[in-house]
Each structure stands twice: as C-alpha cells, then as structure tokens.
C-alpha cells in the first residue's frame, strides 16, 4: 500500500468510528428515556446494547489507531493485530450484554412485570432505526475501501441493531396495544439470542487473525494461480499465509534453476514480487530461492503447491 493510500485509510476508519460514537452518544440519551419512560425490558436491552455500543465504538477508534501506526523496531510486522483485539473486546461486550437482558427478561416473565407505555419506545426505536442505517451505509463504504476488521465487527452489531429495535417495536405494540402480557419479556429474549449469535459468528475471524490462521483456500489457490504464470520457477513449497488488520502475509520457497546468477535470481523474485502486488497489492511477500529439487523442510511444508498448469499459463 502506498503512503497515501494508507493516510487515507487510516482517515476512513477513523471517521467511521467516529460517526460510530457520536451514533451511539444520540441513541444512548433518547433510549435511556425512553427506557425509563415504559420500563419496557426489550428498550433496557436496547439501551443496554447501545451503551456497549459505545464503549465498543470507543475501543474501535483506539484500535484503528493503532493500526495505523507505521511498523517500527518493535513491530515489525506493523500493528494491524490491534483491530482484532479491538474486536475481540467488543465480542466480550456483547456477548456481557446478551447475559444481562436474557436475566432481565426472565426476572419480569416470572414476577410478572408490566410495561408503563408503548409511544415513546416506539418513536424512539424509529429514531434509532434510521440513524443506524445512516451509520451502516458509511461503515460499508469504508470497509470496501480499508477492509478494517474492527470496522467490519462494529458493522456486524450494528446491522443487528436495526433488527433489534424493530423487535422492541413490535414488543411494545403487542404488550400495550394487543394486550400480550409477557410479549415484552420474551422479545427481551430473542435480543439476547440473537446478540448471542452475533458475537459468536464475529469472533471467528478476529480469533483467525490473533492465531495466524491461513488464507482460504479459494484466496491460496488463486495466489498459486498467479505464480504459476512464471516459467523461471519449476516449484513452490513451505507457503506460509496470514492476516493482520487489512495487510496480508505470504512467504514461500521458489525452486529455480541451480545455474542461475544471484543477480539472475534476483530478478526473477522481483518479477514474481511485481507480478503479485498488480493482483494482490496490500501482501508483504517474503521469497526464499532453492535450487531445483533442493528441500530442508519436512512433511507438508516440503511437497511442491505449484499448480500443474503453469507450463500452460506461460505459454499462453
């Protein structure tokens, strides 16, 4: 990525965040009113998310931060792992959130708790409804643009949030106005499920990046694909792959002809580097040469990835 290209990113994820805060500070005021207004138990869990909304958008804005810090002497690699612990944290704040209105709401079904009025929650929750799709249509765009992961996770909850209060609306509509004692209550409980679910489906790629786990296997084959187009290389072996942040990783061996020049080799590697980066251009690629056939690692690491079409794709 180029400088600019990354100032700019580094710009659009900072402003998502940002709008994803301010988002919050509104909803968290006209819920917490609205919510003491009806002492509906599905606008507590909505105000209860939107208050882990925040503290979640706030720990997003840190985490894009810091991944936008330059690599240094002590980070090598850059800090792009920050966005899957910025996610990580907001997971373990949903997944806090869903427990607590799961226990309200099964405290009311038992006490048998009424809600105290349905119109302020209703508008409310409209309110809230069309300032999360205001929020999600900016969080898309800059993900399209960075592919931030911290971004993308506060995206997931907040798409959720649109489902959310249109269950409180619906809660509220049949408790008051269709008479269903106990809607509210079990309403509560479907948030909780779904919040439940939603941090569950989220960890997973923020648990990828933080174990270095392996590109897809679509994505590898498609990398594999375009090394095959090179005829200076009879083989590939020991490829290595991962994610931090919006940067990947690659690392392999090359199989070349053992008579080529250093200088010879050289060039054939910064080919093989160009050729990527017109395809893949936020990789950091490290290549190693061996002589053809020439292998030190053992087991799977040793065994030639490189595509049998490669004699193919070159000529054509």
Known sequence: MSETGGRDHAWLNKS????SISAALVLLALKGWAAWSTGSTAMLGSLADTTLDL??????????????QPADDKHRFGHGKAEAIAAMFQIVLISISALGIAARAIEQLMGGGE???AGEGIAVSVI??????ALIGWQRYVIRRTKSLAIKTDNVHYQSDLLLNLAVIVALALEVFAGLRGADALFGLGIAGWLAWGAWQ???????????????EEKKARFLDLLARNPDITGVHDLRTRTSGNKDFVQFHIWVDGKMTVREVHKVMDEIE??????????????????????????NAAKDVLPPIRVDLAEG
Request: charged letters at 20%; zero cysteines.
């Open 128 to 133: 809230a409804i069309l300032v999360t799709f």
């Open 55 to 68: 503290v979640a958008s706030l720990a997003t804005l840190l985490g894009v931060w810091i991944a936008a």
């Open 202 to 216: 989220a960890s997973q790629e923020a648990i990828d990046q933080l174990m270095d786990h392996e590109w897809p």
């Open 115 to 117: 809600v105290a009025a």
């Open 16 to 19: 998502a965040a940002a709008a």
């Open 274 to 299: 160009d050729r990527i980066h017109a395809e893949f251009p936020e990789v950091e690629i490290l290549i190693h040469p061996d002589p053809e056939g020439h292998v030190d690692e053992q087991g």
